[in-house]
């Protein structure tokens, strides 16, 4: 059956015009001419003010166009999502929104601050402290972390942060007050950063039966500090901001990152995927994994098998199956015969963009440390920050009671490994 061109057209108008507005019972549609304004409808009478209606008498593909932006329906599941069908051009497309928990959203961004302080200071007690046989005391480990930290949370300068450190202290989340100098130290020392890598995995484990669907991948931050060389090439001097690499394993439902690893701004993505998923896999059950097509090898198909999770990794168009392994063979002609549902499988990886997207609006897109040891434990404490304020949320919103140390070893027994 020949669609009508009017209507056919009417359905380009109700696709890409987002000037049809409707006022008492007259519909507004813009003309389709840059400049001739717009056509006044009345779908009541099946009326439009456009010369194809008043002359021809036709259903002009404005009547179409209003009409069909009129019976766009929105149903109401039980599950308190909402399915918006609309037309658009010549298919119809249903998009699923969810519901946000107002109240307990509320909740957790008015008490995020001080729940963020009580849930360091008791990840923080898994510290051992190390032997210090000469000279003067030094502060706790566990208070340097808390912190550094402490700091990268406030998003402000050393020097305005240390107000906030002080009612830290007073609330008796710090034993000793450490100096600003202290703090920097913290993220200058290169064992920091073994220390906050357990950290990070031990905040995500209170969310472990809520995770089985993870994704990998990598973002950069930018630094404060600019690396200057001679091209001999051009015969000029080259200047180029520092950066930092990190990356991630989340979980697709709370955001979490369960795993992290830091390497040169250059490392390859897809030689990191088998340590994060060796890492995430010791602490959390792993149904399903999805990456993007830089992580497409055989080896990781084959690490992830071997974990007992499945690979959801797309195949660039270039790839050949022929002389791969019966695992990497049997995902490309699972990607190829059934393209329809590996994407509605696969949709959960973009939840990693979200998480990289929450970690930098609410902590930044760059670091504020000048050496490479400090920016990538800045990095790490930035994700450790992230995971903080996940637990938060899931305390408000699912009504959990974390507690650390409970199924993992402490920091000491981690650090010297």
Known sequence: ????????????IAATSRAIRQKGGIWSVPSQQHGHGSYHVNLRTQ?????????????CK??????IVYQRQFEFNEDGTVTETETVAVQTVKRTTYSQNWPAYDAAQINEKSTFQ???RDLCKGIVEPKNNMGRPRIPLSDAIFAAVYKVYSTVSGRRYMSDLREAHEKGHVTRLPAKSSVFAVLESESTAEVLRALIEESAMPLKAMESHFSCDSSGFSGSRFDRWYDHKFGEVQIKRTWVKAHIMCGAKTNVITAVEIHEKEANDGKQLPALVKSTAERFSISELSADKAYGNSRNFEVIEDVGATALIPFKKNTSAKCASDLYRKAYHYF????EEFDRRYHKRSNIESTFSMLKAKFGDSVRSKT?????????????????????SAIYELGIAPTFWTETATVQNVTSA
Not at 2 to 10: A, F, L, S
Not at 47 to 59: F, I, N, R, T, Y
Not at 336 to 339: E, I, L, S, T, W
Not at 372 to 392: F, Q, R, S, T
Request: with cysteine; glycine share 6%; net charge positive.
């Open 336 to 339: 190829q015969a059934k393209r």
């Open 1 to 12: 059956m020949t669609m009508d061109p009017r209507h056919h057209r009417g359905l380009i």
């Open 118 to 120: 009580t849930l360091l």
């Open 372 to 392: 490479d040891v400090a920016m990538k434990n800045e990095v790490l404490a930035k994700i450790l920050c992230h995971n903080l304020c996940c637990l938060i």
């Open 62 to 67: 404005h009547l179409w166009a209003a009409e």
């Open 47 to 59: 009326k439009c003010s456009c010369l194809d209606h008043v002359e021809g008498g036709h259903k």
